[in-house]
């Protein structure tokens, strides 16, 4: 975001949305809507909503900083008119309109006039998707509102039937206190996407929705969501029977993960005194991948290779850890390949196992496997070199 070609009091409020809003905002197409200002005074808020994202251009006039926006809306959403509609009304009346008394010293205010547009246009979704003549839809709203924070849209294009996308959070659980030692700005949440398509007919067996568990970005580095197997949609469910299962297995995994933090932080610290201090190890944010520093200068090497050699093994600790075991992989520091790469090892697993073995245990074995394959290791790294001359 180009902020140093903004005004200083647009750029204020731009920096104060972005950094609290607490859903991600992105600003795109800033632009000077002058031929001989030089300032950007107009972009667009790329804003999550249902799964997806919607997007709003924002123009100021750079000439006039004082004066309130103009905010326009998608193509697609020509009749959302906040504070104009007398339909409306008894959604919009009870709020104050931040663009009748606006003030542009305020950092806050571009920040508290979108949250407030962002929660009209929840309601307007909301009443467009109860407007649709489906009685399985009107079931199944009925079913899941009294569930906080559930986003809904009706998806209406000439190219392809309508559809209603549900968004439902689920687990009432602080995902961000759970994981001790993350730096997460934004509350870690994750939903389940519920499609139905709108039907105008009764059906006494109706299609299953299109299901999809969808997470914060973050949160994949703990919980892998892509890996989670969703239960079977029965004939003749709702989501009303479907979601408490759904949970319940959700949990039960996201608490295993969580516990296998700690599980690699111990294989970690068991690992140290063996190779070295770690050259990377996070276990929170870099769930997948620890490099660990095994050989340098010293009596180490010597007693591996008879000669001064060094290198890194990677230690690759699953999400599963320790039902799966890590990968191993060992990379010279001394030998490289004719694109002037270190040479690698192949990643192995191959090497004695147990996810019932205290985490002293399990270092041990690793340092063991690879005291032995140092001399393969070396064979290797050499004919390779000689292989590249």
Not at 31 to 50: A, H, Q
Not at 166 to 192: C, E
Not at 308 to 332: D, E
């Amino acid at each position: 975001m180009a902020i140093d070609v903004v005004p200083p009091l647009i750029a204020a409020q731009l920096n104060y949305l972005v950094t609290q809003a607490p859903f991600s905002v992105k600003v795109e197409n800033m632009c000077s809507g002058g031929k001989n200002t030089g300032w950007f005074d107009r972009f667009s808020l790329v804003i999550p909503f249902c799964l997806d994202y919607i997007k709003w251009d924002v123009i100021y006039n750079a000439v006039y900083p004082l004066a309130a926006p103009d905010v326009i809306f998608g193509a697609e959403d020509e009749t959302f008119r906040p504070y104009h509609s007398a339909s409306d009304a008894s959604d919009s009346k009870s709020l104050k309109n931040p663009l009748t008394d606006w003030n542009n010293r305020d950092p806050t205010s571009l920040f508290t006039l979108v949250l407030q547009l962002r929660e009209l246009y929840k309601a307007y979704q909301k009443k467009r998707v109860e407007q649709v003549d489906d009685d399985r839809l009107k079931f199944e709203i009925s079913t899941m509102l009294s569930r906080e924070g559930i986003e809904m849209s009706l998806s209406s294009n000439i190219d392809k039937p309508e559809e209603v996308k549900f968004a439902v959070p689920l687990l009432d659980l602080d995902l961000n206190k759970m994981v001790a030692g993350s730096t997460w700005r934004h509350p870690q949440k994750i939903y389940l996407q519920v499609i139905y398509p709108v039907g105008r007919k009764y059906s006494s067996a109706p299609t299953a929705p299109r299901l999809k568990l969808v997470s914060s970005p973050e949160l994949k580095a703990v919980f892998s969501i892509d890996d989670f197997r969703l239960p079977a949609w029965l004939d003749g469910m709702c989501m009303a029977e479907y979601l408490p299962t759904l949970e319940e297995m959700l949990e039960s995994q996201i608490k295993d993960a969580v516990a296998s933090i700690e599980s690699r932080r111990k294989l970690i610290m068991a690992l140290a005194p063996l190779f070295g201090r770690p050259v990377e190890a996070d276990p929170v944010c870099n769930l997948n991948s620890v490099v660990i520093t095994f050989l340098q200068e010293g009596d180490l090497s010597i007693f591996l290779w008879g000669i001064y050699f060094s290198g890194t093994v990677h230690v690759a600790i699953p999400l599963q850890f320790p039902k799966q075991q890590p990968s191993l992989m060992l990379q010279s520091s001394q030998h490289f390949n004719s694109q002037g790469l270190p040479i690698k090892s192949p990643v192995t697993t191959e090497y004695p196992w147990s996810p019932r073995w205290e985490t002293s245990d399990m270092a041990e074995r690793i340092f063991d496997f690879i005291v032995e394959e140092c001399l393969n290791f070396k064979k290797y790294c050499n004919e390779s070199m000689l292989q590249n001359r």
